[in-house]
Structures are given as structure tokens and as C-alpha cells.
């Protein structure tokens, strides 16, 4: 994991992703990593997963590095936004999900309308976005040719 200056660009990203987990606490009446625990991150067997927490208190998850150098544990105020904690395992049943349509063992976790918004391009005409292809959460196509 490597770290980088933040751009405007990704400021307003997160703004948008932010608003989105608000969103979900307003309408559901329960904060955002309960909802997300409950609908989604406990129906796909997400075990070490949360979006609270640091590599102090999980010894499983990625340290990040910058110059060669372990990293501080950034927490973010905007949980919706980015900051996600998870194994490889437990992010390989979130990609099994979104390859099968968001079905995982048997259980439709998300609806296959979400899944191909998710894989859509958001940002077509958007010429700050340098021909990057850019769905809900996923850079799609190459990036940096």
C-alpha cells in the first residue's frame, strides 16, 4: 500500500461517498458500519473485515509504507468514503459476489442491477478524468496507458 497527496478530484469523490453513507444512516437509523456489517460485509462471511480500526488492533490486515517506512494508521471521519479494513480472503468473497452477479453461496447479498451500476462508466465526458474509466468503487479498462 502506498500513500499519495489527495487531488480536488479525489476530495469530491469522497464527498459523494460520504453523502452516500449518510444517506444510508438517515434512512436505515443505525450508523454506517453497523448497517454495512449487517447487510453487507457479515452476509458474504467478511469475518476480519470493518470500517473502524487500525493494523495495531488487527494483526491480519495490510500495514501501509510510505518511503520504505511503516506508515501511520489513517482513520477517516467519512467511514462511506474509504476506509474499509480487510484481509485478502475477505475481500476475495466480495469479489466472488460481484462476479456472480452479487450472489454468494447461494444468497443474493446485492440485486444484479447494483452490480452492473458498480461496473458502469460514471464519468464518461468528464476530460479531467484523462480517458480513465471510472464505475462505483472500480477503476475498469487500463489505467495510466
Not at 45 to 58: E, T, V
Request: charged letters at 20%.
Amino acid at each position: 500500500m502506498t500513500s499519495r497527496a489527495a487531488t480536488f478530484k479525489d476530495a469530491l469523490t469522497r464527498g459523494r461517498y460520504a453523502l452516500v453513507g449518510a444517506a444510508i444512516e438517515r434512512t436505515s437509523g443505525c450508523e454506517f458500519e453497523a448497517c454495512a456489517q449487517k447487510s453487507l460485509l457479515q452476509p458474504l462471511g467478511m469475518r476480519h473485515a470493518s470500517f473502524l480500526g487500525n493494523s495495531g488492533q488487527q494483526p491480519y490486515r495490510a500495514r501501509g509504507y510510505m518511503k520504505g517506512k511503516p506508515s501511520a494508521d489513517l482513520n477517516i471521519r467519512d467511514l462511506s468514503a474509504g476506509s474499509l479494513w480487510a484481509s485478502p480472503v475477505d475481500l476475495s468473497h466480495f469479489v466472488q459476489m460481484v462476479f456472480a452477479d452479487g450472489r454468494y453461496q447461494g444468497r443474493q447479498v446485492l440485486q444484479p442491477a447494483s452490480i452492473q451500476e458498480m461496473l458502469h462508466p460514471q464519468n464518461a465526458g468528464n476530460a479531467l478524468d484523462l480517458d480513465s474509466s471510472i464505475g462505483l468503487g472500480w477503476f475498469l479498462g487500463t489505467y495510466g496507458d
